[in-house]
């Protein structure tokens, strides 16, 4: 027997040291619902709402295929963060064996927890447009029910905008975002280059023009390739230090309950301003503000 075929059938690996010495390539993904396709309004976004159990399905298999365009584009390592309401939406069962899925709340990185600087592309599946826009499915930022504006350095954002900043104080660029046409124009005007996934057009709070299921994953994941592919060609999202947040409440008593606390201020009467070193920080405030009461449970 030739040497060479010996050396094939023993050793197969040696066939190809391309291969062998692929450099590793993390890809975090942070996953809503509100910008799923199809999506409008509350019945398919919570327990309780009679589409919710498909509709988590939907977003599942917008997420795979996400990963799908992500590894075409040469990821070895997925992290997922369900970030929608509870974060325990998605159906880990359906997820590839080998990707880490982070669920459960609160915790101190919100929909970007699991990210770190050892990442080098971050995508956003299922985002929406801010508080402040006046178009867009289910505008709001963080919470719809407590926030009429948030703010970094003087610049009302999106969660897309947090959760970019997120992602740019450990140097990962966002390479994609899918959502309504409002969300991803959002995320396009604060990170030139980034790769939308347009999978309905905004007709009101409540209503849309959507695409099927099938038509979003295919477009997710080809986007998604096509990002990740790029992601050398995209900067990311790093805000100037330190970060001054200005949040602004629908009612007036959380602002002034709020200020009395050391280091926050009350520039408005349902405003609130807090000052920190870096996003991180920020995050979690926001968390804490979001989530306490005096009789938390364990």
């Given at each position: 027997m030739p040497r060479a075929v010996m050396l094939c059938i023993l050793f197969p690996l040696f066939t190809s040291p391309a291969a062998a010495r692929?450099?590793?390539?993390?890809?975090?993904?942070?996953?809503?619902m509100e910008g799923i396709a199809g999506v409008v309004t509350p019945e398919q976004l919570g327990p309780s709402g009679f589409e919710y159990g498909r509709f988590r399905e939907f977003m599942t298999n917008e997420v795979i295929a996400a990963i799908e365009g992500a590894?075409?584009?040469?990821?070895?390592e997925i992290?997922?963060?369900?970030?929608?309401?509870?974060?325990?939406?998605l159906l880990i069962e359906l997820l590839p064996a080998d990707v880490t899925l982070v669920r459960g709340s609160p915790r101190p990185l919100s929909m970007m927890e699991g990210i770190d600087s050892t990442?080098?592309?971050?995508?956003?599946?299922?985002?929406?447009?801010?508080?402040?826009?006046?178009?867009?499915?289910?505008?709001h930022t963080m919470s719809s029910a407590r926030y009429a504006a948030v703010a970094l350095n003087g610049e009302p954002i999106a969660e897309s905008g947090m959760n970019a900043a997120i992602a740019g104080?450990?140097?990962v660029p966002i390479v994609m975002v899918s959502g309504d046409d409002v969300a991803v124009a959002e995320v396009q005007a604060l990170v030139p280059g980034v790769e939308g996934a347009v999978v309905k057009r905004a007709l009101g709070f409540h209503a849309a023009a959507t695409i099927t299921p099938a038509a979003a994953r295919e477009l997710i994941r080809e986007r998604a390739r096509a990002g990740v592919a790029r992601r050398n060609e995209i900067r990311p999202h790093a805000l100037r230090t330190p970060v001054r947040l200005d949040l602004t409440?629908?009612?007036?008593?959380?602002?002034?309950?709020?200020?009395?606390?050391?280091?926050?201020?009350r520039p408005a009467a349902r405003t609130i301003?807090?000052?920190?070193?870096?996003?991180l920080d920020i995050s979690r405030f926001l968390v804490f503000v979001g989530v306490f009461t005096a009789d938390l449970d364990p």
């Open positions: 692929q450099p590793p390539l993390k890809v975090f993904i942070s996953a809503d590894r075409e584009a040469g990821a070895t992290v997922v963060a369900d970030s929608h309401g509870n974060m325990q939406n990442f080098d592309a971050a995508l956003f599946i299922g985002y929406h447009a801010s508080a402040t826009n006046p178009e867009g499915v289910r505008a104080h450990f140097g409440f629908k009612n007036y008593r959380p602002a002034e309950i709020l200020a009395w606390l050391p280091g926050v201020e301003a807090y000052t920190a070193e870096h996003i």
